[in-house]
């Protein structure tokens, strides 16, 4: 039993909570346990210079963290991106864009920006399972006006989620107490056929074998498969 009260291979209590922002083209507000995070898409009628003229668009993501959304105050970065900023807003990015017919979306992008409200480990993966939801929204209201076709939404959803080996044990949706001392990290982005996006995996320490790394992508595919259900439930109630 982990210090939260969940077995091993229980998610945080995650909810989602679609079109919390008036004026943004789609909205979610995004929570992993203490983890908050709000992710908001817009839409562009623009692509970056080196795109013009491919007949393709773009999908990219911002991040975030508020100054008070850990325990001691985060500066804000007004003198360029750290490198952990400038890694995650890429893999939101490259998460997001499996997700979208970028053919179909004609030259213009979507920018996802991911503010993190509260910080208590995992606001990558939150940032990109909300992330989703808030570009689904942004591509519905296209497809309403007529501008886009409903094919540029690719049908397989998109969730991610960390796991590690702490204590010698494999979890998934890691804490922050849980992350800061666990031996393996891992994050896996995977959309709703069951392939994977992204795999993220470093030893903390010693070396982990195959089997370690099986299992914890087995558990991070059975709670990417519960947050895909979220994300569904989230999406039909915002229609």
């Known amino acids: 039993m982990r210090r939260d009260g969940r077995a091993r291979d229980a998610l945080r209590a995650v909810t989602l909570t679609p079109n919390y922002l008036d004026f943004a083209d789609g909205s979610v507000l995004c ?48 003198h360029g991106l750290s490198g952990r900023t400038q890694e995650i807003r890429r893999l939101i990015g490259r998460s997001l864009r499996a997700a979208v017919d970028l053919r179909a979306l004609g030259e213009r992008s979507v920018i996802v920006d991911c503010d993190v409200l509260q910080a208590d480990g995992g606001t990558r993966t939150a940032s990109v399972t909300g992330g989703y939801v808030a570009l689904v929204l942004a591509l519905r209201r296209l497809i309403a006006s007529g501008a886009v076709p409903a094919k540029v939404l690719a049908p397989p959803p998109v969730a991610a989620v960390s796991a590690g080996i702490v204590g010698c044990e494999a979890l998934l949706d890691l804490a922050y107490e849980e992350d800061s001392r666990a031996e393996v990290d891992l994050n896996v982005v995977m959309d709703g056929e069951g392939r994977f996006i992204e795999v993220q995996g470093t030893a903390e320490g010693a070396p982990f074998s195959r089997q370690q790394l099986d299992e914890l992508l087995r558990l991070a595919e059975a709670g990417i498969r519960q947050l895909h259900a979220l994300q569904r439930e989230a999406l039909e109630a915002a229609s």
């Open 31 to 78: 929570r992993f346990g203490q983890t908050v995070v709000l992710c908001a898409a817009t839409v562009q009628e623009s692509v970056p210079p080196w795109m013009l003229g491919r007949g393709s668009g773009w999908v990219t993501g911002e991040y975030a963290m508020l100054p008070a959304s850990t325990d001691t105050r985060t500066p804000r970065e007004t």
